[in-house]
């Protein structure tokens, strides 16, 4: 069985940075994509980067702020010069490959709160 699990959100000035993590965990074969959203209150779920083996796209809302990255199945989504705006839940979402075959994956999301 495969898990996503966030972390590292929490409550920063505006300004301010905040590094991310999506873990992927089980009997993964590979991972195809992995995309970051948002969600803020009263608004639908925006991308924020979409990532696959050949490119990395981001939001216009995010382009020069953020940046993903990642270590083995590990991805890091590094945010700085954050603004209220910026202030959601964010999800990682993972279309990974098992013995089972593909499938899309959800962690359970971070609160990111951008406040003075």
């Known amino acids: 069985q495969v898990q996503l699990v966030e972390s590292g959100g929490g409550l920063v000035q505006p300004g301010g940075s905040l590094r991310l993590s999506c873990a992927a965990s089980?009997?993964?074969?590979?991972?195809?994509?992995v995309n970051w959203y948002r969600q803020a209150p009263g608004k639908q779920r925006e991308l924020v980067v979409a990532v696959t083996t050949s490119s990395t796209n981001y939001a216009d809302s995010v382009k020069g702020r953020f940046t993903v990255s990642n270590v083995k199945n590990t991805v890091y989504l590094q945010m700085n010069s954050l603004n209220p705006e910026d202030t959601a839940v964010y999800y990682c979402n993972a279309q990974i490959v098992t013995i089972s075959g593909t499938n899309n994956y959800w962690g359970q999301g971070t609160q990111v709160t951008v406040s003075s």
């Open positions: 089980g009997s993964i074969l590979r991972i195809n994509a």
